[in-house]
Structure formats: structure tokens, C-alpha cells
């Protein structure tokens, strides 16, 4: 699993709450209010004040070098910024210079420092930075950078790079995409447990490559829609729990998530792939549906979330437990309906890990609430997703309440190893 | 290619716009000098010694115990061509590195990044303390020693090209205004004849030399609202004067009145206040090359902010003549400050010129012959297909524009 550090190792660098050694377990540290100064006292703890959590979240960080990509792995921040961009660029030299710049800015901002001068000294200085997220701290900042199909056409000689099968997703029942929502060449998401610090970070990313790349499309996320280890499971706008049954185990990640030797690429062995959908849901009609075909409709119950055949949330839904009574014996949990549809015990064990979060953007053209999910999901391999899609796509009930209106596919190279690599320097080599 | 206007200033101006070539943004760096651990090395101290022609400093920049550090080989070198080649190993907080006297910037690399191979620059100094600047750093200023005479009075071209620069630019925007004078008074005189097709077309014909140097008449205060005003900026109970009100008379109403004929008249009266306020300008050679490159920027703001929304020519549809005429003022401001800015940095020189000839290339694409101002009207079908492709071009160019100013900057 990530490892969780405190950002106070490289405090000189950070301004925030300076002196804070805070994360869980700093105990016998007294945090001072933001800016103050930790006074150590190891003979009487103290209890952990609202103050100190806020502080603690604020300054959670997560390393940026490793074997894998942040943002997966990670237990889901609460908000989401995922952007994706097309290389206007007309050369590999600027590309390769936008995939350096971006590495090392990103390694700056997961660390909650900023790119670079949000105050320039000379009055004729542009700040480097854009400055809102000074002083915010790191707040578990996480940013994961994918390579659309399309990165490896003919523009840049990227050809012999391309994952074996890597291609845009097939056309699936079910949607009716929006090219303003579908597709790029590269993608960045978000994560942090605030939103104008992830916002910060994209805004900065795409600030810094202007010349080089233009911003395809861009979904705020927020009350992280999955769930990570430990941590309970939130809802969806359809006020159901998701994620109940979502990856969390060493040996699912292995099999199911992280990509081998099978891309036929280097740069992918301990990548994976993202698969971004946005989808709207048709909310106004979906709260008027009576509660029992909602919870038909998902297979489970809408408080605690438990499958139809069990009490609570975690018991393991019996796909095969028929209805008391009546000669057509109907599955007590009905075999359209979406966890039966999604479960692995009915995909031949496939799985997926969801990083999904809600979103809304006011109204849409014919004035419904336009929101939704910002689908996220990341596995071994997009056939993963499109197998359960297509399933999902022909018969889930849930289908006559939501639309997927965008679309992307993103191959997630693995982690970088130090501070001087670069995501993608294999390509210019 | 965008018309220019007359340029009778010509002799003193560096080379203009026409036929520049395609330049694509090339990292330098490739292919040049291996990069040097210096801090493994340990600093050697004393002075570097010349090869090539040129003082060499390698300059690491690297991570020295935990914090971003820039690393010089030498502190040191005797006066003459001094060249500076820098490579990032690991020290993602670090960007840049420049060379400065006092706070001037003298020379610099952008992009130094980590991973990528090392670039550099190479400035002629005379004996003297300058500072390397590696902002982002633990350590951002380091004192830098160049010992010995002035080899050449080289060390001065910077300043003396920035010098022609601004006079260059001095007799552009006199250039414009003389020609703004003219077709004032074409508009004056169209305008009381009655004619409002003939109207039409002066009115057209005059805009441009006004938004080409724009930021100028910006600088008084009173001036560019007394002629250049949209109807959204009128403060409630204040007259509206200058182009704008006319442009509704004659795009709009369709019919000239004795209110349009005292608002042509205002125009050739504040036009020629414009005129003598520049001229003093020139006289005085009053321009400072960090003018030139915000008003470079400022035309920039002014073609996203009010003619790619469609406001600035809202009852002619001329925007996009507007918008060219922003460009060309940007550029040519741009143009007399680049041999100096060649010097200081060359790459981003380069890269402020393709992003030019990008934009220039799709304004070509929106040139009609028959339409009034020579470019297609700016209705409000092209404005929803075309405004978000406009405004990316534009920050693409503007990114890199901004920076140059801090760079020539005299103070």
C-alpha cells in the first residue's frame, strides 16, 4: 500500500504550518493554529483538537517517486480535477519538454510547494505560480498522467511506443458521446482533500504547457464516489453507497490493476490504464422512482447498502437465492440488476478498481440538473472495462436513468523511480 | 500576410515582420556539453579558463543534501565572452538560471529541468561583481567575479540595442498616429458628405492605425476614452464620444445625423492631440523597452478580452480587423526589441517568433478582400465556432510574450 509521510520532512521548503510533524499518531505534538509553532510536551499527550485534524489533513502528502502512479492505490481524496489535454505542439521536442516540466512540477506540487514564484522579485516579473493554493498545504495532493491512443499516432514517432491493443474504447449501447467530453492525447487527474489545491495544480500544469498543448475537456469532482482501504463507503448522487465491493487487496491490485510484461512496453510495467466516462444522470426522474424499484434497480438497499439477500453493506450478495414463494423462481437479487450485472462472480472473476466522484455543472441545455458521475476506473487492461460495459450497457436497469456523455481511455505509465526521470523519457531517447 | 502600414520610419527600424521563417522551438540543449557533478567535483574555485573563445562555467544543478542548490564550477572568470552551460540533474524546484548585474538580466536559460540535457549562454562581461540567479533555489544569489578590463565595449550592446529599439518603436507609433490623422480626416469628410457606405469604409479604413498602438494611447488617461469607449464602459450621465458611438450611427442606424458629424469632428480633434502627445514622445525618447514589451502583452489582453467576445466592434462586426491590427501593434513592438532580446534569450526569442508566424498564419485564414477592412466579418456564427480556437492561439503566444518584459527591463 502507499505509504503515508508527513509533509514536515522537507518543511523549509513549504511554509505551512511550520515546525508540524502531524499525521496520524503524532502524538504528544501540540499543533499551533496555521502558521504557529508545534511545542513538543512528551509527558502529557494532548487530545487531538479540531484545529490539529485540519492541520493534519492539510499537510498529508503522499510520495511522488515510486513503483506506481499516485492516485490509484490511494485511498480516494474528497475532490477531483481531471483534465484532458491535446498536444498542439508540432514537434517531439516540445512534447518532450511539456512531459519534463510537468514531472518535475508535479513533484513540486504533491510536496504542497509551488511552481515557482508566486511574488517575483523584479516589478516586471510574471509570477511563475498562480498562487492560490499558498499556504493551503499539500491536503494528500495526488496527480496521475495518462497518454491518450491518439498520443501515439504518427505526430511524434511515437508509433513503436503505442501498448499493444491500446485504442480508444469500442462504440457500447448506452452512450451517446459528446466530443467535447471524449478523448486527448494526455490527461492529468487531480486528487486532494481540497479542491482548490487540486484545482491549483492542473490550472498550473496546463498554465506551464500553453504553448504546447490545449485543454480538451475538465471535470470537478467531489464526495469521492469509491472507496479505498478503511475507508467508509460514500455515495453516489443517487444517494446508493458505491464501491462497496471495490479493490482494496495486494493480490487484486496485482492481477487486476497493474499492468506486466503483456503491454509490450517497458514504460507500462506497473502502469494501468484509466477509464474516464462522464456520466449524466437523469436525476429529477430518478427521484421520483419509488424505493423499491430503486433498490431493485442496484440490488441493494439504500441506507445501509446491503445486497437484497443480506443485512449489511459487506455481506456478499447471493446471486442465486431465489424468491420465497411463486412458481418462476426470480432471483431474489434480479439478474439486470447493476451488481448483479457488475459482480465478478458473473464476469469470470474480472474486477476493476473504481476512483469515481460526483460531479455537477448547473443546468444542462433542456434545464435538468446537469450532474452525474465522473467515472473512473483503472485496470490491467481497458478490455476489463469494456467487458462489464457492454453488459451494463445491453441490460442494466439503470441504464434508463443515466447517460455516458464523455469518454477517454488513458494509458497511466508507472511510477518514476527519482527526482531527475520524466514521465515518458524512454520516447526521446 | 497582415497589410502593413506606411512606414516612412523605416531607416532606423531592425528588421520587420515579412518573410520570417518558421521557427519550431528547439531544446538548444540537445547534443551539447555533458553534464558536470559538481558538487561530487567540489568547487574548484579560482578562475575558468577559456577555450572556445569563451570563459567556461558548467553549472550543476542539483540536490545538495535535501535542498535544490545551483552549483558553479568557477566563481570566477576574466572578462570577456563567458559561457554558461547548465544542467539539471535532480533539483525539480530550480527552472532557470540567469546572470545579473546588479538586477539586470544579462543572460539566461529557461527550461533547465531535470532529466533533460544541458543548455546554455554565453554573455560578454567587463571586470566587475554580478550575481547568478537560480530562483527556486535554497540559495538563489551567487556572486559571480569577472576579473580584467573590458575585452570590447561589447558588453554594452544590450543596452544600445534596446536603445534603437525604442527609438525604432518612437517613430512607429508616429508613423501610425500620422496616418491616424489622415484617415480621421477621411472619416470627417465622408461622414459630413452624407455618404454612409463611403463612411462605412473610412471608418474601417481608420481602426486599425488606432488599435496598432493602442497601449500608447492608453498611457493618456483622458484620451483613449474620448475616442475609444464601448458602450458598456459609459458611466451613466458622461457623454459618448470617439469611434464607437459613430460605428452605432453608421453600422447600426445606417444614418448619419448632426450628432454623427460633431463625433467625427471630435475624433479629428482628439487625434490630433494624439498626434502631439507622441510626438513628444519621440522627442523626448521617452520609451522604456519594459513599455514596449507590456504593451506587446497589453495587445494581447485587449485582442481576448474585447475582440474575440465580439464587443469591441459590436454594431460593424470589424473585430477580427481589430484583432489583426492588435497583432501587428504587438509584433512590431516585439520586433524592435528582439536583437536585444536575441542576446539575452535567444530561445525564447525563437519561440515568441514561431507563435507569431502561427498566429499570422490563421488570421490569413479569415482575410476576405471584399469585406470592409479586408477580413471577414466577425458575426456571431464565427464567433461560436471559431472563438475558443482563437483564444488558445492567442494564449499561446501571449505565455512566452509576457515574460520578455522582466527581461529587458532597465531598471
Keep these: 500500500m502507499t505509504e503515508i509521510t508527513p509533509a514536515a520532512d522537507k518543511l523549509s521548503r513549504r511554509r505551512f504550518f511550520s515546525g508540524s510533524a502531524a499525521v496520524a499518531g503524532a502524538g504528544g505534538l501540540v499543533l499551533g493554529a496555521a502558521g504557529g509553532v508545534a511545542v513538543a510536551d512528551a509527558a502529557a499527550p494532548a487530545p487531538v483538537s479540531e484545529a490539529d485534524r485540519l492541520a493534519e489533513r492539510a499537510s498529508l502528502t503522499y510520495p511522488f517517486y515510486g513503483e506506481h502512479q499516485g492516485g490509484i492505490e490511494t485511498p480516494p481524496q474528497d475532490h477531483l480535477v481531471i483534465t484532458a489535454f491535446d498536444v498542439t505542439a508540432l514537434t517531439a521536442v516540445e512534447l518532450q519538454l511539456v512531459l519534463a516540466k510537468w ?3 508535479m513533484s513540486e506540487l504533491t510536496a504542497g510547494s509551488p511552481v515557482g514564484k508566486v511574488q517575483p522579485e523584479r516589478e516586471h516579473g510574471i509570477p511563475v505560480d498562480t498562487g492560490e493554493a499558498t499556504d493551503m498545504g499539500p491536503q494528500g495532493l495526488t496527480l496521475t498522467l495518462g497518454f491518450g491512443p491518439s498520443l501515439f499516432d504518427g505526430r ?13 474504447l469500442p462504440a457500447m449501447a448506452g452512450e451517446s458521446l459528446d466530443p467535447a467530453f471524449t478523448g486527448g492525447d494526455l490527461c492529468i487527474q487531480a486528487c486532494a482533500n481540497d479542491p482548490q489545491v487540486a484545482y491549483h495544480a492542473v490550472r498550473n500544469l496546463a498554465r506551464m504547457a500553453r504553448t504546447s498543448v490545449r485543454t480538451k475537456w475538465t471535470v470537478l469532482g467531489f464526495g469521492r464516489a469509491s472507496a479505498g482501504a478503511e475507508q467508509a463507503t460514500p455515495r453516489n448522487l443517487m444517494g446508493f453507497k458505491d464501491g462497496t465491493r471495490n479493490i482494496q487487496e495486494a493480490a487484486d ?31 429529477e426522474t430518478w427521484d421520483e422512482d419509488p424505493i423499491g424499484d430503486q433498490q431493485s434497480i442496484f440490488g441493494r438497499t439504500k441506507k445501509e447498502g446491503a445486497p437484497l439477500t443480506g443485512t449489511k453493506e459487506h455481506d456478499v450478495p447471493d446471486f442465486h437465492a431465489v424468491q420465497a414463494g411463486g412458481t418462476a423462481k426470480e432471483p431474489i437479487i ?11 462472480e458473473n464476469n469470470n472473476g474480472t474486477k476493476i478498481l473504481r476512483r469515481g466522484y460526483n460531479f455537477t455543472d448547473g443546468l444542462d441545455s433542456v434545464g435538468r440538473l446537469d450532474a452525474g458521475l465522473m467515472f473512473l476506473s483503472f485496470q490491467r487492461s481497458p478490455e476489463q472495462f469494456v467487458a462489464l460495459q457492454r453488459k451494463l450497457g445491453k441490460s442494466d436497469r439503470l441504464n434508463e436513468y443515466i447517460r455516458h456523455v464523455g469518454s477517454g481511455v488513458f494509458a497511466v505509465p508507472a511510477g518514476l523511480p527519482a527526482a531527475g526521470s520524466y514521465y515518458g523519457k524512454e520516447f526521446f531517447a | 500576410m497582415i497589410s502593413f502600414a506606411p512606414r516612412s520610419f523605416r531607416s532606423a527600424a531592425p528588421a520587420v515582420l515579412a518573410g520570417m521563417a518558421v521557427l519550431t522551438l528547439s ?3 540537445c547534443g551539447s556539453a555533458a553534464t558536470t557533478d559538481n558538487a561530487a567535483n567540489a568547487l574548484k574555485g579560482g578562475a575558468a579558463t577559456v577555450s572556445n573563445g569563451a570563459a567556461q562555467i558548467a553549472v550543476s544543478v542539483e540536490k545538495v543534501d535535501g535542498e535544490d ?7 570566477s572568470a576574466p572578462a570577456g565572452p563567458v559561457t554558461f552551460t547548465i544542467a539539471n540533474k535532480d533539483a525539480s524546484a530550480v527552472s532557470e538560471v540567469e546572470l545579473l548585474s546588479d538586477k539586470r538580466i544579462l543572460g539566461e536559460r529557461e527550461n533547465v529541468i531535470p532529466g533533460l540535457k544541458s543548455v546554455s549562454f554565453t554573455v560578454t562581461l567587463t571586470g566587475g561583481e554580478y550575481q547568478l540567479y537560480c530562483p527556486g533555489a535554497s540559495k538563489e544569489y551567487q556572486p559571480f567575479t569577472v576579473t580584467g578590463a573590458a575585452a570590447s565595449a561589447a ?13 525604432g518603436y518612437a517613430k512607429y507609433v508616429s508613423g501610425q498616429v500620422d496616418s491616424l490623422v489622415l484617415a480621421a480626416a477621411a472619416l470627417q469628410a465622408a461622414v459630413d458628405s452624407g455618404d454612409v457606405t463611403a463612411s462605412q469604409k473610412a471608418y474601417a479604413e481608420a481602426r486599425p492605425f488606432f488599435e496598432r498602438i493602442e497601449p500608447v494611447a492608453e498611457s493618456f488617461p483622458d484620451l483613449d476614452p474620448a475616442l475609444d469607449l464601448r458602450v458598456a464602459d459609459v458611466e451613466p450621465g458622461t457623454e459618448w464620444t470617439g469611434f464607437h458611438p459613430l460605428e452605432k450611427d453608421l453600422f447600426e442606424a445606417k444614418a448619419i445625423t448632426a450628432s454623427s458629424k460633431a463625433l467625427a469632428a471630435g475624433i479629428v480633434k482628439n487625434v490630433a492631440t494624439l498626434k502631439t502627445l507622441t510626438a513628444e514622445l519621440e522627442t523626448n525618447a521617452s520609451y522604456k523597452p519594459e513599455e514596449l514589451a507590456n504593451g506587446a502583452s497589453g495587445l494581447l489582453e485587449e485582442v481576448q478580452s474585447s475582440k474575440i467576445t465580439g464587443e469591441e466592434e459590436a454594431y460593424s462586426k470589424l473585430d477580427l480587423v481589430d484583432f489583426a491590427a492588435n497583432i501587428e501593434g504587438s509584433q512590431q513592438a516585439f520586433e524592435y526589441l528582439k536583437p536585444a532580446l536575441n542576446e539575452i534569450d ?22 476576405d478582400a471584399n469585406a470592409l477592412g479586408g477580413f471577414k466579418a466577425y458575426t456571431d456564427e464565427l464567433k461560436k465556432s471559431d472563438a475558443a480556437k482563437l483564444t488558445a492561439l492567442i494564449q499561446s503566444l501571449q505565455a512566452p510574450l509576457a515574460k520578455i518584459a522582466e527581461k529587458v527591463a532597465t531598471v
Design chain 1, 103 to 105: 514531472s518535475a512540477a
Design chain 1, 156 to 168: 511524434f514517432g511515437l508509433e513503436k511506443f503505442k501498448p499493444m491493443d491500446f485504442a480508444d
Design chain 1, 253 to 283: 491490485f496485482s492481477d487486476q490493476v497493474w499492468v506486466g510484461e503483456e503491454a509490450g512496453q517497458p514504460w507500462m510495467v506497473g502502469g494501468s490504464y484509466l477509464v474516464a466516462r462522464k456520466i449524466h444522470m437523469l436525476i
Design chain 1, 334 to 344: 434480479a439478474a439486470n440488476s447493476h451488481i448483479a450485472l457488475a459482480a465478478h
Design chain 2, 27 to 29: 531544446l538548444s540543449a
Design chain 2, 69 to 75: 542548490a545551483c552549483v558553479p564550477e568557477f566563481t
Design chain 2, 155 to 167: 558588453a554594452n550592446g544590450v543596452s544600445d540595442l534596446l536603445k534603437q529599439g525604442t527609438d
Design chain 2, 346 to 367: 535567444a530561445t525564447l526569442t525563437k519561440q515568441i517568433s514561431g507563435q507569431f508566424e502561427t498566429v499570422n498564419t490563421a488570421l490569413d485564414g479569415y482575410k
